[in-house]
């Protein structure tokens, strides 16, 4: 019984330490991904973007990993900054769900500074080899 006990115990803390490194993990990615984001790394976001990513923006419009890569690119979507406030990485085994508060500094508008604060929600799947890949983006945008 003693040792049913101690191996119980054993597996309960391992499957907590297991929640914890995909917990910072996944944290430590949504933070490297929002600088490829600033400073254009298109191979890191070609990498963290599952095929079939759905990103929607706080005004409602929806692009796919090919179409939000290229705005990048194309310069319709500039991020000067992206000042992460708040992450909370909910750890479901091969899923884990990401809720966020950022403030995003984008391309001025007519000169003026253009700060977008945001909360959000991501949902990251593990992908074999290819390890954890964001699938899906919805943003709010908050009030100023």
């Not at 003693?2 to 993990?25: E, F, P, V, Y």
């Not at 990993?65 to 310069?75: A, E, H, L, N, V």
């Not at 990251?124 to 390890?131: D, E, L, R, S, V």
């Amino acid at each position: 019984m003693k040792k049913i006990l101690i191996l119980a115990l054993s597996l309960i803390i391992g499957q907590t330490a297991l929640a914890q490194n995909t917990k910072a993990d996944v944290e430590a990615l949504e933070r490297k991904r929002f600088a490829a984001q600033v400073s254009k790394d298109y191979d890191f976001l070609e990498k963290i973007f599952a095929d079939d990513l759905i990103y929607t923006h706080s005004n409602g419009k929806q692009d796919t990993k090919q179409t939000y890569i290229q705005s990048i690119k194309d310069g319709k979507s500039v991020y000067n900054k992206i000042d992460v406030e708040e992450v909370n990485v909910r750890d479901y085994g091969k899923t884990a769900v990401v809720n966020g508060k950022v403030k995003i500094e984008m391309a001025p508008i007519d000169g003026k500074p253009n700060i977008v604060p945001l909360r959000y929600v991501v949902v990251y799947m593990k992908n074999g080899k290819k390890g954890w890949q964001l699938n899906t983006w919805q943003s709010l945008k908050l009030a100023n």
